[in-house]
């Protein structure tokens, strides 16, 4: 079992950055690969960004390349998603996920999740 909490998330103006943080508690670390979604008022939850195990691949959706990026710590059992030039659109919960293996980018095939974050992207 893996326990996962969310923080960082908030009340942004476009433009702005923010950082999430992913702790993760319970069984080993090890060999999970990780991944954030994101989850708009009416719509379904969507993939966002995902790291390997060992940090070295990481994958983003399209409409975050270039402005977010994911990365992990191993030591402390975290992930980051930092966001940068954000947009009114990427207001959302935002979801911190855990899969056993190498990434993915459904949100069927990860088989923990956190309780999720805000964030809200002011125009």
């Known amino acids: 079992q893996v326990q996962l909490v969310e923080s960082g998330g908030g009340l942004v103006q476009a433009g702005g950055s923010l950082r999430l943080s992913c702790a993760a508690s319970g069984r080993t670390f090890s060999g999970y690969s990780m991944g954030w979604f994101r989850q708009a008022p009416g719509k379904e939850r969507e993939f966002v960004a995902a790291?390997?195990?060992?940090?070295?691949?990481?994958y983003y959706t399209d409409s975050v390349k270039g402005r977010f990026t994911i990365s992990r710590d191993n030591a402390k059992k975290t992930v980051y998603l930092k966001m940068n030039s954000l947009k009114p659109e990427d207001t959302a919960v935002y979801y911190c996920a855990a899969r056993y293996g190498s990434t993915g980018n459904r949100v069927s095939e990860y088989d923990y999740w956190g309780q999720g974050t805000q964030v809200t992207v002011s125009s």
């Open positions: 790291i390997s195990w060992s940090g070295g691949s990481t």
